[in-house]
């Protein structure tokens, strides 16, 4: 029997109980409310919604609207909006406060290393404007307040001299965030280079609030590694955990899982698969998994030719058939 994880005791973020500490990062265009239940259902103790435009939201465009859905039991869960200016966030963080349903926190985006983000001063840029930061964060925890949803606020590491992430997070302690999530990359480094959690322990060091570990976590070792070494509440699992949601199980049970045989991780991927379509319709949601198929089957040792395959089918109930008749040879494996 292994010990039980450090990962699967319960912590909290400004009074919200979280179960465990293996976080779903929030991810553009893959954090779906499918993508969120289903991780849910391997184990993460929190989900975070994709990165919401707060204009998008005040245009009362539809579509950003829908980012706002999710079922209940996807609960706890983080809805992270981006925004440049405290007047504009302020007004989005009040379009989410009025919802019938509301999300349990609240995060708000300073990381997106995205040009077409950081030209308008959203995201990653905020870190480079402390005091415009502060005002953002300041007025959008005003307005959580008044529905006591806890704000936490998501960051990278500074650009070289661009300042000090200490400073940083003791102001946004200061004006109330409960909770920061650390991605320690550069915005300059987008997704590359491996993710430096020295500047993960700077900002525990800083704060009393709890902190997220987010890069790189990919193995059970690695994992309580970056805990031990940064004294962090929790890790956030993102791309370790694509086409591998067993990678959350394995958090939680505190040993490193083999990867499951072919039929499980087929049987995996079609769950997802209905979950997406009853979100999204069979057509949409056969073309948003189609990176999915080639994390989940890859990895599997499905050659590429099949899945590129798989990727040209129009809809999921065509998609599915050809997944169960991948899958359908094999059987279960027998236990041991
Ligand atoms: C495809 C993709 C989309 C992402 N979208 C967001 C986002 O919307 N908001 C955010 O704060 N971080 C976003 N991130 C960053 C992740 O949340 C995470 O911090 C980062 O990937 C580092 O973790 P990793 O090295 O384990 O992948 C995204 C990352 C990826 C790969």
Known sequence: ?????????????????????????????????????????????????????????????????RYLDFLDEERPIAVQLFGETAEVMARAAEAVMSLSQLPDLLDINMGCPVRKVVRTGAGAALMADLDRAEAIVAATVAVAATAGIPVTVKIRSCPPGGGDVSELARRLEAIGVRGIAVHPRTAAQLYRGRADHTVTATVVRAVKIPVIASGDIASVAGALGVLEETGAAAVMVARGAQGNPWLVDGLLAGEERARPGLYEVVSDLRALLA??????????????????????????????????????????????????GLAGPLKREPPD
């Open 275 to 324: 979950r997406a379509t009853l979100e999204m319709g069979a057509v949409r949601a056969a073309r948003w998994a189609r990176k999915l198929l080639g994390w989940y089957l890859r990895r599997s040792g499905v050659p590429g030719a099949v899945v590129d395959d798989l990727r040209r089918l129009p809809d999921v109930p065509s998609l599915d058939r050809a997944l169960a």
């Open 1 to 65: 029997m292994a010990s039980p994880s450090p990962l699967a005791a319960p912590f909290e973020i400004g009074g919200v109980q979280i179960p465990n500490r293996v976080v779903l990062a929030p991810m553009a265009g893959l954090t779906t409310s499918a993508y969120r239940s289903h991780l849910r259902e391997h184990g993460a103790g929190l989900v975070t919604t994709e990165m919401v435009s707060a204009h998008g939201l005040l245009h009362v465009n539809q579509r950003t609207g």
